[in-house]
């Protein structure tokens, strides 16, 4: 008689185990003839709740023609006389998720330990086929579907890696992770400080990003042991020009890039290379490439040899006959006469979602920062437009990064409420149970659309996106056909009884006029770099532009500075409104910046064009009022006089509403700057990464 290993025998008697599906309360003796035939290696795993030895066979390399299965319990003299045993089909691997438990002597032990303490039982199964590569140690290029677990799936091998290592130098960079986005940066930091809790001595993970005070990063960067360091290609740029810190990556071990096709995109190409020039060669110090990201498109190709080896792994979760992630959430559109409707409308909407869900958390993404700004203004303390006082937060690339971080916090945490945002928040950013993405004006691209969808129905779980798109903008829709975008009109009869037009109007009118100002300027540009899709002349996007003003309630197109208008390529074009008062770059220098002390004007820091217009930055941003940010948060009181760049010194800006006395929202001690003050702290522009992608 065949006899059982004692791995199979434990297996085969385990009681809580269900097998082809059905539960079983006693121990159960199985044939072992078919399971070993033609196999003469013990099977190494063991079978955890809710797996199957079909799930077994197949993840240990049995196919259907060696892995047959009985549970009527036969002698194994009655199962050889029989004929062969019918055979089983396994399910795809997708199907059958596999355990952590089962990593047990391949994956460092204290790495097992700190997944069962954040509740990680079950592989993902990006997570699964990367922790079974041939080595952990090897490049890698990974697809996975949005919200499957890419983070963990990096950042296991990588740690473990290093866990192992002989010759670590704690005081050395071994493991270098870039992220498009500061706030993906922080969810980064925020697993791996999990993840290396249970070690002892803990790693320590350091983050790097814009939007943050440099000195004291760098600092701390200098001084401590960052053996992990996250950061986005920007702020480590920045810091790879001060020789200490390149002597940090001596020691490399590990390069990954999460969202790799926006890493590597042509904006972020520039500096990716100075800072891969600034690395040890990958050649000659062998550091291991990974690059992670949801989507990769071909341009992708072109670039993958800065960091991958030319053997490296492809890995896809992906199957390519099942239709794209966001085809699983339900997308509409929904088509006003003018862009006067396009407010009342994202009113109305939010108030039927209110009524059927009082638990409403939703997206609501901008074309702009600044319009994301001006919505937040509408809906939130200020305008008060926000259905059954909804909490409302802001996400936009203006924000400071203690704002910003704040916000991700906040809005990770609450059960409901709207979070209006600039695409910022449209790549890898996870906000928990997301039922509802709305879309006010068309994203950049087809990607970008891909991308916002992506923030809802994520892990599983439900939600749907929709559109509103004025006629000007219906090309999108017509264009990008691949979408299922059905048509939708709002047929709710108790959010029909709300008046939202008189509502928006009520509420635009508590709008300060610098904000809508801002927004305007901000959307002309955007709209100027959409031109030639729109198929219009320059003449008629001004129009558009100034129609968007009018539905703000402005009385006339807000003037714009000659130098802003220059820059737009569209000077002698009728229907702009030129700025011939005071001068308002000293407003722009001397007011805050997105809730931050009033920067010096000029210089350096204020960007590369401050000698003559006090800077590109400050020629877009006409935010002296500009507001705080969090659950119906108001807005700081004016900058004081500050510097412009050569022009002399500038007019403070005036002062914006303020915030609700009975919000439990704090604001930094630095987020404005009081009344009178003279410049401010030297603050830089915001890091490219974080509106590169979003005019004004």
Request: charged fraction near 20%; charge should be positive; proline fraction near 7%.
């Amino acid at each position: 008689m065949m006899k059982a290993s004692p791995s199979i025998s434990r297996l085969l008697t385990r009681s809580t185990n269900r097998v082809l599906g059905a539960s079983l309360s006693q121990p159960v003796s199985y044939p072992l003839t078919s399971l070993l035939l033609h196999s003469s290696a013990t099977v190494p795993a063991r079978l955890s709740t809710g797996q199957t030895l079909q799930q077994l066979a197949y993840r240990n390399g049995l196919t259907p023609r060696t892995a047959s299965f009985s549970t009527s319990g036969p002698s194994h003299q009655e199962a050889a006389a029989v004929a062969p045993a019918p055979q089983v089909s396994p399910a795809p691997v997708a199907d059958m998720p596999g355990v952590y438990a089962d990593m047990a002597g391949r994956l460092d032990a204290r790495l097992l330990k700190a997944l069962d303490a954040m509740g990680y039982a079950n592989m993902t199964p990006v997570q699964e086929k990367v922790l079974n590569m041939g080595s952990f140690t090897q490049d890698c290029l990974v697809q996975a579907k949005t919200g499957t677990g890419k983070t963990i799936a990096f950042l296991l091998p990588a740690l473990h890696t290093l866990l192992n290592a002989k010759d670590l130098d704690p005081s050395q960079v071994a493991l270098l992770i870039l992220a498009p986005t500061r706030e993906l940066a922080q969810q980064i930091v925020d697993e791996c400080e999990k993840l290396v809790s249970q070690c002892n001595p803990r790693f320590e993970c350091h983050l790097a990003v814009g939007g943050s005070a440099k000195a004291s990063s760098l600092s701390k960067f200098l001084r401590g042991k960052p053996t992990i360091l996250v950061a986005t290609p920007g702020r480590l740029d920045d810091y790879l020009s001060d020789e200490r810190v390149r002597q940090k990556f001596n020691n490399l071990r590990c390069l990954v890039l999460d969202e790799a096709d926006c890493m590597l995109d042509q904006g972020f190409l520039p500096a990716l290379t100075k800072i891969l020039t600034s690395l040890p060669k990958k050649q000659q110090a062998g550091w291991q490439g990974m690059c992670f990201s949801a989507t990769l498109p071909p341009s992708i190709h072109k670039v993958l040899h800065h960091v991958l080896a030319p053997k490296h792994a492809h890995i896809s979760t992906v199957d390519e006959n099942e239709a794209p992630t966001i085809n699983s959430v339900p997308q509409s559109y929904m088509k006003v006469d003018s862009v006067d409707d396009v407010l009342p409308t994202l009113h109305n909407l939010l108030s039927a979602e209110r009524y059927d869900n009082p638990k409403l958390k939703a997206v609501v993404f901008c074309s702009t920062a600044r319009q994301a700004a001006l919505l937040y203004t509408l809906f939130g303390h200020t305008g008060g437009a926000s259905p059954a006082k909804l909490p409302v937060w802001q996400m936009q690339s203006r924000m400071n990064q203690a704002q910003r971080t704040r916000t991700t916090e906040e809005f990770k945490n609450t059960d409901s409420g709207i979070l209006f945002a600039s695409d910022v928040v449209g790549r890898g950013l996870d906000f928990p149970d997301i039922h509802l993405v709305i879309q006010v004006g068309i994203p950049l691209n087809s990607e970008q659309y891909v991308h916002r969808v992506g923030r809802t129905g994520r892990a599983g779980k439900g939600g749907r996106a929709v559109m509103i798109i004025t006629p000007e903008d219906f090309w999108f829709v017509e264009r990008n056909r691949q979408f299922p975008m059905a048509q939708s009109k709002l047929d709710h009869p108790k959010a029909a009884a709300v008046d939202s037009a008189s509502i928006i109007s009520q509420s635009l009118a508590k709008v300060p006029d610098q904000v809508k100002a801002q927004a305007y300027v901000a959307y002309l540009g955007f709209v100027n770099t959409m031109r030639s899709k729109m198929k219009i002349t320059p003449a008629q996007m001004v129009q558009v532009a100034n129609r968007y003003a009018f539905s703000l309630g402005c009385e006339e197109p807000p003037a714009i500075e000659a130098s802003t208008i220059g820059k737009m390529g569209l000077k002698g074009v009728p229907g702009l409104i030129k700025n011939t008062g005071p001068s308002l770059r000293g407003q722009r220098n001397g007011g805050n910046r997105p809730n931050q002390s009033a920067p010096r004007g000029g210089g350096r820091d204020a960007g590369r064009d401050a000698g003559r217009d006090g800077g590109r930055d400050a020629a877009r941003d006409v935010d002296a009022s500009f507001f705080g940010n969090g659950p119906n948060g108001g807005a700081p009181r004016g900058g004081g006089r500050g510097r412009g760049g050569f022009g002399g010194r500038g007019r403070g800006g005036p002062g914006g509403a303020g915030g609700d006395r009975n919000s439990s929202f704090k604001k930094p001690r630095d987020d404005s700057a009081p009344p009178g003050s003279s410049g401010g702290s030297r603050n830089k522009r915001p890091r490219r990464e974080d509106n590169r992608r979003e005019a004004f």
